[in-house]
């Protein structure tokens, strides 16, 4: 039996190994083990157990001493030594003993025409499960015959294991499930969780280490582009804010839908595919990722009529973060390969709980830094462990989970970008309006999406701007397809009492958090934040 070098990690006398199959035939295998089942349109639908979003608390990278100097240490890059690592891989690796394996080949990133620019990295994953084989398939960029035939050695080893369960007081970690990267040995490991979206964060957070050495800016964010003049934008946020349902512009390309790389030559996606959420999917307001939820997509959690296997995609019994996974070319008008030009707009989402922050606002070089490093959002029900409703956050360049380096790594790389390339800046609330949450709503999408349009077409730039003092921001007194009363938020409240104190203390939320974490930040950039 051909183990494609599996036994030099430690894998020994497994019952079969699989080698890129495809996702039929991946496919075939999960409903073979009884991994998941059919929904009406073909997705193959699998349940997560109790691990249903990410598990931060659980993730760990190796303090070598080839890394050391380069990591955030702290709450987010929590280290462990090379010995814990080692001893939970050659546990894991003896689970895996005896049982199927399946492996894919990919790669991270595409390559411009250019060949001093090279952006691809090469990903071998090991999987338990079939269907996770399936997703990671369908999300990294997918080799050609020729490419699989000189593919070589990997540039980093990932292996997923759910079923094998780390012993806490044992192995030295919080809980069941442990997501380690070991950055000097190309190697990570995840244990215990099913959720595929931990594979794919690993190998995000990878590309954010190696990169920047690259010349690479690695950006948490979403690109699409003009089909005629190719003008590019990308959608930084959090999940939640809208990265991939705004990117998803059917009148536009889309490039990828959550994580990009700036270059000399352009951006391009890390991806081939794109991982959306389910939860109160509607196919009028989202038809193109309703469309790709067919044979050949996974879905999360998203619980199915079991007697018509039509989904219900207001059900979240199980999570509101119930998701789909599906090859970018899934999309109509998706742009391949995934390249784009240098961006013309970069659009930072926020998810404001508070109701409180315009629904969009031009942002200054300054101000564009500031709310960078800021990255102020609201995590959103189910997409990490223990959310259960919008909580409001600071995550550093609005990737902070999946940043190994220190935050001014990626802001002066950001910073440099937008003065060369003259590049406008706005930020966007797709969060709630007419109150916070529990008592306003969340924004309307058509609204979300007029404004948008109006930011990439130049519509924006004709119009008057109202200067907000206490956030320091420039606010469109009107746009197109957009009802004004909306645009000034403070209109939307009926109590006007209630708004100006929620607006107060969210202004002195952003002064605390920038005074603490950033205490020497040029002073030009300090002050184009909030006035508290």
């Known amino acids: 039996m051909e183990t494609y070098g599996i036994e030099k990690l430690g894998i020994l006398n497994p019952k079969a190994v699989h080698l890129n199959m495809s996702p039929p035939q991946l496919i075939e295998a999960a409903i073979r083990r009884g991994e998941g089942v059919f929904s009406n349109t073909g997705a193959l639908t699998v349940t997560t157990g109790k691990y249903t979003g990410r598990s931060p608390d659980d993730k760990f990278i190796v303090d070598s001493p080839g890394v050391h100097d380069k990591i955030a240490w702290g709450k987010v890059n929590v280290p462990t030594t090379q010995e814990k690592f080692n001893h939970i891989k050659d546990k894991m690796c003896a689970y895996l003993q005896g049982r199927e394996i399946f492996i894919f ?88 969780s099913q959720y595929a979206g931990e594979i794919k964060k690993s190998i995000f957070s990878v590309l954010n280490f190696v990169y920047p050495e690259e010349s690479i800016l690695p950006m948490h964010c979403s690109a699409n582009m003009d089909p005629e003049t190719r003008s590019t934008a990308v959608f930084f946020g959090l999940s939640g804010t809208g990265k991939t349902t705004l990117s998803a512009d059917p009148k536009r390309m889309l490039i990828g839908d959550d ?117 102020f959002t609201s995590k959103l029900a189910g997409t990490e462990r223990g959310i259960t409703e919008p909580q409001p956050t600071f995550s550093t360049c609005f990737g902070a989970p999946f940043m190994p380096l220190d935050p001014s790594v990626y802001a002066e790389m950001l910073g440099e970008r ?111 934040g909030p006035k508290a």
């Open 105 to 192: 080949d990919g790669f991270a990133g595409y390559n411009f025409d250019d060949p001093v620019i090279n952006c691809r990295k090469k990903f071998r994953v090991i999987c338990e499960l079939a269907s996770e084989n399936l997703f990671i398939h369908q999300l990294l960029v997918r080799p050609t015959p020729d490419e699989l035939g000189d593919y070589g050695e990997p540039d980093y080893t990932i292996i997923a294991a759910p079923g094998f369960k780390t012993i806490p007081d044992e192995d030295g970690v919080n809980s069941e499930a442990a997501i380690m990267i070991d950055y000097e040995n190309h190697m990570v490991i995840i244990a215990g």
């Open 418 to 528: 937008l003065k060369k390339y003259n590049t406008q800046v706005y930020l966007v609330n797709t969060g709630w309006t007419g109150g916070p949450y529990g008592v306003g709503h969340r924004m309307n999408l058509k609204y979300t999406r007029a404004m948008i349009t109006a930011a990439l077409n130049g519509e924006l730039d004709k119009v008057e701007y109202k200067h907000d003092e206490l956030f320091n921001l420039e606010v469109p007194q009107s746009c197109p397809d957009v009802p004004s009363e909306i645009l000034n938020p403070r209109d939307t409240w009926q109590d006007k009492e209630a708004y100006d104190k929620s607006a107060k203390n969210l202004a002195h939320e952003f002064y605390e958090n920038f005074t603490k974490k950033y205490p020497n930040m040029p002073k030009h950039i300090v002050d184009a």
């Open 259 to 375: 994580e990009h790389g700036w270059t000399e030559g352009g951006v391009f996606n890390f991806e081939g595919g794109c991982y959306a959420k389910c939860i109160d999917l509607d196919p009028e307001k989202e038809p193109d990722i309703y469309g790709a939820i067919r044979f050949g997509a996974l879905m999360e959690n998203v619980i199915l009529d079991p007697r018509t296997g039509i989904p219900d995609f207001s059900d979240a019994s199980l999570t509101e973060n119930t998701r789909v996974g599906y090859p970018v070319n899934f999309i109509k008008n998706a742009a391949i390969p995934g390249i784009g030009n240098i961006p013309s707009q970069v659009i930072f989402l926020t998810a404001d709980a508070y109701g409180v922050l315009p629904p969009i606002s031009k942002l200054s070089e300054d101000a564009a830094m500031y709310q960078f490093v800021t990255g």
